[in-house]
């Protein structure tokens, strides 16, 4: 299968199935001979139960010291979930957008969708052992308000690997840690799962960020320049700053130190 009519058709699905559609033979059999044109973007489909809710029908997402509920635990994995469905689309969207971006950023955004898509596997299979169907809550649209605000691979890597799934380097193991406070250890070991599939996913952002920056420019600097104007620098972080991750994945003690200090204006 090319590479674009797998994008194509997770991208333009309006049914879930389609969705997490995996390349039929794997990987490594997709082709990536005729990547077409670029797409711009547009908010993709969905199916009827999992349209984006108006904001007077969305709960607000509970507050950390309540996850001794199970309800506040289901609300908060039933928001990652939705996150990652929301990544994936966008991923393909990347693959249809990008035709011209190297080929080893296209398999590595594949790779990428691959994971967001097990990934949301995990948190509805999750949802379900605790007794609720991935839908039955109201959805938001976080991560697509940014779309129409990227225009070219280095503002996909600064928007998309480098503050959304930045920031999870800090959100998985802080709601980890709650829920495992809380003796949810399925739960928590999901969180762990998704932390260090995240630290791969931002060592992806942050190895293309230093080749497709300008020479001479501090690699922050070129960071807060091509993050969405709705998703800046300050979005990287989450509750607990992690730093020992953030060199993981390949960012230096500058970069950490600027996103760390970071203001508005500034």
């Known amino acids: 299968m090319e590479m674009r009519e797998w994008a194509s058709r997770i991208f333009c699905a309006d049914c879930l199935e389609e969705k997490l559609l995996a390349p039929p033979d794997g990987l490594k059999a997709l082709t ?12 993709p489909p969905r199916p009827a139960h999992l349209q984006i809710a108006p904001k007077n029908q969305r709960k607000k997402f509970p507050h950390a010291l309540s996850m001794a509920q199970a309800e506040s635990r289901i609300r908060c994995l039933h928001v990652f979930a939705n996150h990652e469905l929301m990544a994936l689309e966008m991923m393909a969207w990347a693959l249809l957008a990008f035709p011209q971006a190297e080929p080893s950023f296209r398999r590595g955004l594949a790779k990428i969708l691959l994971d967001e898509q097990r990934h949301f596997r ?12 991935f839908g039955d809550l109201p959805v938001n649209d976080h991560f697509w308000r940014v779309g129409s605000e990227i225009s070219n691979p280095l503002d996909w890597v600064c928007t998309m690997h480098l503050t959304f799934e930045q920031s999870n380097l800090d959100h998985a193991p802080y709601y980890g840690r709650l829920f495992r406070e809380v003796e949810d250890f ?13 630290l791969g996913h931002v060592r992806f952002g942050s190895r293309w960020l230093k080749h497709y920056k300008p020479a001479d420019v501090p690699l922050f600097e070129v960071f807060a320049q091509h993050c969405s104007p709705t998703n800046p620098p300050q979005r990287a972080i989450g509750p607990e700053f992690q730093e020992q991750a953030r060199r993981q994945a390949g960012l230096d003690d500058d970069f950490i130190r600027s996103l760390q200090s970071w203001q508005p204006g500034g």
């Open 32 to 43: 990536d001979h005729q990547p077409g044109s670029p797409v711009a973007w547009r908010r």
């Open 186 to 198: 399925a739960s928590a070991d999901l969180m762990q799962t998704i932390f260090e599939d995240e």
């Open 122 to 133: 995990l948190y509805a299979e999750r949802l379900a052992a605790m007794g609720l169907q």
